[in-house]
């Protein structure tokens, strides 16, 4: 006997509620996930009305909470029923998900939310001894053009006759020129890393895995504004205010099969191994400028790695596959910078030689760039036995500069080697590569690394990375680094014993080559060959937050003629992380 469509459709709502109210019933949590898709797809169907699927979705979620057991009392409320958790790890709550059904019936799923938040307090005192000038890097000039000369700024190396404006030219590009021959220096200040809050979210919606960071970053000094912003020189005077480094901004997005894409402004891929794995980065390193010291320390940069820098990008990284995975990335283009200074004896030329009037500086400015800087990165990460962990990875780096009218390179001719400067419009490259190792075996640890690059400068990204015609500088660099963290033993005292007591040390090295234009030049005696630096420290973790760490510093620049400044530095004090 044939059944009325209308009862055939009641009896399948029926048995679809009976079902539904089944699953809803069962203490299974992937049952519970059944269930809501099962509703999703009897709402779609038209099978379910829209009130019949909300009251069974309400029903799911309260008995769904009725299965977490009662509320504790005091939990905080999400709202709804949801109740808002602690973390499994870290500083944070997470937020539960909820399935909302929007004005035109669509069904959209949001995931739990976690927030979180990491932070670091990290102060130093630190004491760098007077610096000690040798050869070259200790000859003096002075303000006058001597035998009546028409520029009353001009600046003449190897003069007797000192005038009040006498300075001494030390290493160009160096990491310690300016520094005191006759004074000590002492602040209190961060240490390679700055002080920092950070705040993350992550959550997953409709199969993505969704993440945003903010974080800004504190030296504590008051800082001078200047072209490197809260980076810097300091300001020691009354009255002063610390430099604010809001250096992070990023959001991601991705799943576990695509890989992730990465969005905003974040560390930059060249070379960000280098410094993550560096033993030095808890530490202080090299105290650059620590008579007015800013935001940071210099640790090894310069000294062993080129840095790598928080820049806007997007960023995309593969799903680890045995270990491995690649990311590539498109970066915003940075200027060249003369980091090197002011020629000496720009204009003491010889009469017969007509030089462009910008070729008083000893490094390039190129400002124009009409494409984005490329970078890449190729990293592994195993274990290779249950106590040793391999950390390695090589990147590489790709920027075309344009020169701009204005340039500090544009115009002039010159009759020693016959050719035009430079041109607005003219093209030059950046290119660079490094690679690297770390050995994680016990409570022992060991890491090298190297980079080579062509135009890629030294210190800082494309800084004195081109001579004042046009020329790419070749730099290279590398470091090597051990460290070992005391175990329980019984042949170690207690206190030194259960992995806090760390002792380490390293040593690199940076190297700028000169060109041939810059061997024609008055200023390639004081050039920039090499900083290098020797480290070595103690760190006693007090806590699982809190660290005590002391630090001996060797650093040396060293000039193309030979000429050297050496200087010693002592620090200690306490890295507070959560």
Known sequence: ?????????????????????????????????????????????????????????????????????????????????????????????RIPGQTIVTKDNGVVSVGDVDVKLTGALIFYGMESFKANYQGSANQLGKYGVPNGGANPYANYPGTTAFG??????????????????????????????????????????????????VGAYFGGNNVDPGALNANSGGSPVGLGTPGIDLRQVFGTIGTPEIGTFKIGRDLGLFASDAILNDFALLGVGTPAGNAAPGNTTLGRIGLGYVYADWLPQITYT??????????????????????TGDSPGAYGYPANVVYSPYVGFSSATITGQDMPMFQGRLKYVGQLSPDVKLTAWTSGIYQQHRSEYGDAIVAG????????????????????????MRIDWGGFSVAGYGYWGSGLGTTGLFFAAFSPDGSARKSSGYYAEAQYTFGSSPYVPGFLSGDRFTIGGSYGQSFLSATAYDWTQPYSPYLLKSNSSAIGFIRYKVTDWASIQVEFINTKSINQSGGSITSNALAGGTTFFF
Not at 413 to 436: A, I, Q
């Open 1 to 93: 006997m044939g059944r009325s469509k209308g009862g055939g459709k009641g009896a399948f709502l029926a048995m679809a509620g009976l079902l539904a109210s089944t699953l809803i019933a069962a203490p299974s949590g992937a049952r519970a996930d059944t269930t809501e898709e099962l509703l999703d797809q009897l709402k779609a169907k038209g099978i379910l009305t829209k009130g019949e699927y909300s009251k069974l979705k309400e029903r799911h979620a309260r008995e769904k909470a009725a299965l977490k057991g009662p509320a504790v009392a005091g939990a905080p409320s999400g709202g709804n029923g949801r109740y808002v958790t602690a973390l499994d790890k870290g500083i944070g709550i």
């Open 164 to 213: 009040p404006y006498a300075r001494n030219y030390g290493v160009l590009g160096g990491v310690l020129n300016g520094q005191s021959s006759y004074n000590n220096s002492n602040s209190i200040r961060a240490g390679l890393l700055p002080s920092n809050v950070v705040l993350s979210l992550a959550t997953n919606q409709m199969g993505w895995d969704l993440g945003f960071t």
């Open 318 to 339: 593969t799903p680890t596959w045995n270990g491995f995975t690649l990311s590539v990335a498109m970066m915003t283009p940075l200027d060249t910078l003369n980091s």
């Open 413 to 436: 001719y010159s009759t020693v080697n016959g050719f035009l400067l430079t041109t607005p419009g003219e093209k030059f490259s950046s290119v660079g590569v490094d690679g690297g």
